[in-house]
Every structure is written in C-alpha cells, then in structure tokens.
C-alpha cells in the first residue's frame, strides 16, 4: 500500500505529525532582517520557522543544527520582535520555555532603542539560545509545516441513528 503524505512538496514527515525543510543552509543576512526574512521565506509554503515549545523541541532542533553545522550551524529560531519590543514566536504566542542555556538577550527588549538588532538562533556546538547582533550572520533557515488534520467522513445517512442537524452528528439513544 502507498503511503498518503500529508507533507507539501520538498518536506519531510518528522516528529509529532510536523514536516519540515531546510530552506536555505549557511543564509547570510542582517540580524535585523533575518527574522522577517524566516517569516516571509516559510510563509510562501503557509510554514513558519522553528517554534520551541519545551525541552523536547529544544533537544530536537538542536540534534538537527549538530547534523547540518556546515559553515555556521547557526539554525535561526522563529522569534520576532513586537511593536512593544518583546520578543514572540512567529505564530504569535508567548516565548515561555527557555532552554538551560541562552543569552540575556531573549529576556531584554528586542530592537531597543532602533540599534540593537538581533536575530535568535541555535548555537549547534552548545545548544544554547544565542543572540545574533547587529554584524552579518550565517544561519541555517528551517521551516515547519503542520498539516491539518484530515476531515472526519460524515454518515450523510445516519443509518440506524438519529441526525442532529444543528452540530450535524449521528447519535443514537438507547
């Protein structure tokens, strides 16, 4: 039998039912910039860069940056800076988790006062949340897919039971 793949094109089945790609590998680009960048380059395959969630996540993403440390191993984390300069994940929740090791940085303003802009990634060697300021940087750009789960199939007949039209379920009293 084949195999349905819930994954676009280009992206792997990995873990808890999630796809992922490397998008670009040893990427050069401004800290400022990368974390748009990641957004936007994800956002063309309705992806979104790396989110981490708890120790699970962490130890995960880092076995991937270990594998792929090419030339930076630099893999680049889908956090961006909000309006009130704090930092949040790219789907818009609250970065909560921390790993055991990371720079201050993820705890203080992000973009403060217009200078300091950084972009933060998985340092492959450490596994330590490392901020990447202001010069050019070299990371590993990685997007995740979370396929929708698939529809449950209506009973359009309700043999043998009862339809309720308002939540359009079967049910059957017994």
Excluded at 41 to 60: F, M, S, T, W
Excluded at 77 to 94: I, N, Y
Excluded at 105 to 127: E, L, R, W
Excluded at 156 to 171: K, L
Aim: proline letters at 5%.
């Amino acid at each position: 039998g084949s195999v349905l793949s819930l994954c676009p094109k280009k992206y792997e089945l990995t873990r808890n039912g999630e796809c992922y790609r490397q998008y670009k590998s040893a990427l050069d680009v401004s800290p400022g910039n990368a974390p748009s960048t990641a957004v936007y380059d994800c956002g063309k395959d309705n992806a979104l860069p790396v989110i981490i969630r708890n120790q699970e996540d962490q130890d995960y993403w880092w076995s991937v940056a270990q594998k792929d440390k090419k030339k930076g191993g630099n893999l680049l984390l889908g956090m961006v800076c909000t309006r009130d300069k704090h930092w949040q994940w790219a789907d818009g929740s609250e970065v909560i988790f921390r790993p055991e090791k990371y720079d201050a940085d993820v705890d203080a303003p992000c973009n403060d006062n217009g200078y300091h802009y950084c972009a933060i990634a998985i340092d492959a060697k450490s596994g330590a949340w490392k901020s990447l300021c202001n010069d050019d940087i070299t990371i590993d750009l990685y997007c995740v897919f979370v396929p929708a789960p698939p529809a449950l199939q209506q009973d359009q007949n309700c043999a043998e039971f009862e339809h309720d039209d308002e939540d359009d379920v079967c049910y059957q009293v017994g």
